[in-house]
């Protein structure tokens, strides 16, 4: 044979399935809570989500373009989910100049200085949120909180998450009897009738887009479904012992960035494991560490941090549990 041949890398699978349709299906799947979310903060939800997709478009493509001068990849859809996820981890209420920041963050240092796209070992989104959350603590923890009258919608007001009233009320020596009148119902949970970051009130629209990032095959039920099911049997435990002195797991999964960490960012396509065992000690990894964090740790949230903890332990967990290499032996044992 006179002519080489030169086969590429594997995985050697012909699919009409690209980066940017699988991008765009997470798009598809974010809008039932952005349409909550505008129904509950109004026009400062729209304002941030708006500045944060913008300049975290505008920030890649210049520092794609005049300092890492490579090819611009906007249009792959990376920078546009950074951008969402970024404005749903933060209040309605953050300075436009604080979202900016963030998106700088994102892009600038947890994306592009790793390399781009499929480089990155930390989801860029949550570093922004850590970063912004360290620096600016006040700004981050003054949380819009719908009020409703006679079901009207009215301006918000700020106060504190369910979460952090629980949190503070048992500091106090309160119990969660004496606080049930100051928390809103699970249903109003579930509904996102509530005070939080723009994207993480409602239970029902993150489960709506979850299952149809199920149903797309864009990703598979074990990360989500394992962490949320490590929370609910940790907080089960706990709730089970002293019902006064935890909530009980339905209001650990309702409350707070739980489903909209264990759908939107735990899965990451780039900083989750390969394998589905991988998967299973990500996603066991993350729930521990939520609740550690919830129920004795000094802040009432834990997700986000649980998630960076386990990114870093993506590359030690995807060497001990790989995939099977193609044509490898397989040993059969007859009877």
């Known amino acids: 044979m006179s002519e080489p041949i030169i086969i590429s890398a594997s995985p050697h699978v012909h699919s009409d399935r690209t980066s940017k349709k699988l991008m765009y299906d997470v798009v598809i799947a974010l809008i039932p809570a952005f349409l909550v979310s505008l129904y509950v903060f109004g026009i400062g ?11 975290c478009l505008g920030f890649e493509y210049l520092i794609q373009k005049y300092l890492l001068k490579t090819a611009i990849t906007i249009g792959d859809g990376s920078a546009l989910i950074t951008g969402i996820l970024l404005a749903f981890n933060v209040p309605s209420s953050l300075p436009i ?9 994102a892009i600038g240092i947890a994306k592009l200085s790793f390399g781009g796209l499929g480089f990155n070992i930390f ?5 922004a949120r850590v970063f912004l959350l360290i620096s600016f603590p006040i700004q981050m923890t003054t949380w ?9 919608l009215v301006d918000a007001t700020s106060g504190a998450t369910t979460l952090g009233i629980i949190k503070e009320g048992l500091m106090m020596g309160e119990t969660m009897s004496s606080l049930s009148a100051k ?9 996102g009738i509530t005070g939080g970051s723009i994207g993480e009130m409602s239970g029902f629209a993150l489960l709506l887009g979850g299952i149809y990032l199920i149903y797309r095959k864009v990703i598979t039920w074990h990360i989500p ?8 049997i940790m907080t089960s435990a706990f709730w089970i012992i002293n019902p006064e002195q935890y909530a009980s797991p339905l209001t650990h999964l309702l409350a707070g960035g739980a489903i909209l960490g264990a759908f939107y960012m735990a899965t990451d396509l780039v900083t989750s494991p390969m394998t589905k065992k991988g998967m299973v000690i990500f996603a066991i990894g993350i729930g521990v560490i939520t ?15 649980a998630i960076l903890i386990m990114n870093a332990f993506v590359p030690l967990i995807n060497t001990y549990f790989k995939p099977k290499r193609f044509g490898a032996k397989i040993k059969f044992k007859i009877v």
Do not use: C, K, Q
Request: charge should be negative; charged fraction near 5%; hydrophobic fraction near 60%.
């Open 45 to 55: 939800a729209f304002i941030v989500t708006a500045v944060a997709i913008i300049s």
């Open 183 to 191: 928390l809103p119902t699970n249903l109003d949970l579930f509904l």
């Open 123 to 127: 989801n860029p989104a949550l570093v």
């Open 225 to 232: 479904v394992i962490v949320l099911g490590t929370m609910a």
């Open 97 to 105: 100049w604080m979202v900016i920041i963030g998106s700088l963050v």
């Open 144 to 152: 819009p909180t719908a009020v409703v009258n006679n079901t009207t």
């Open 291 to 305: 609740v550690v964090i919830r129920l004795f740790g000094a802040y009432p949230e834990g997700v986000s941090f």
